[in-house]
């Protein structure tokens, strides 16, 4: 099982790469803790395991129930108007993803907040030094 594997080895350079990469941004004095959770590591392995498993065990029996020659000779999948919705769907998704990521990368909460407070206030108290 590669992809586990993969996830522990990203785990670990993403704790040692993320410290660096932060420095170059406005954000590099903030002090930075990662913690690592053994549970929910193990529970998103068994989870991905899982959900693979089993969205892939009714076609592998379809799939192996199909003779070899039948399966070079199978030619209704290539029908060009459900290629061409599928495309279509996939590509009107990503558009909408990149428009998504840029509303919500661009969202400034100092400057909605400007916009949305008519004045500051400061309570404090002269008694207290």
């Given at each position: 099982?590669?992809s586990?594997?993969?996830?522990?080895?990203?785990?670990?350079?993403?704790?040692?790469?993320?410290?660096?990469?932060?420095?170059?941004?406005?954000?590099g004095?903030?002090?930075?803790?990662?913690?690592?959770?053994?549970?929910?590591?193990?529970?998103?392995?068994?989870?991905?395991?899982?959900?693979?498993?089993l969205?892939?065990?009714r076609?592998?029996?379809?799939?192996?129930?199909?003779?070899?020659?039948?399966?070079?000779?199978?030619?209704?999948g290539?029908?060009?108007?459900?290629?061409?919705?599928?495309?279509?769907?996939?590509?009107?998704?990503?558009?909408?993803?990149?428009?998504?990521?840029?509303?919500?990368?661009?969202f400034?909460?100092?400057?909605?907040?400007?916009?949305?407070?008519?004045?500051?206030?400061?309570?404090?108290?002269?008694g207290?030094?």
């Amino acid at each position: 099982m590669p992809s586990e594997v993969l996830k522990i080895i990203g785990c670990g350079v993403g704790k040692l790469v993320l410290p660096f990469a932060m420095s170059f941004t406005e954000n590099g004095q903030m002090e930075i803790s990662l913690k690592f959770n053994l549970f929910i590591l193990l529970f998103s392995v068994f989870f991905s395991v899982m959900t693979v498993y089993l969205s892939c065990r009714r076609p592998g029996k379809i799939a192996g129930g199909v003779s070899p020659v039948e399966a070079v000779r199978y030619t209704e999948g290539r029908n060009r108007k459900k290629n061409w919705l599928v495309i279509t769907a996939i590509s009107l998704s990503m558009i909408l993803l990149s428009f998504v990521m840029t509303a919500v990368g661009s969202f400034r909460l100092d400057s909605y907040l400007e916009s949305r407070i008519v004045g500051d206030f400061l309570l404090g108290s002269n008694g207290i030094s």
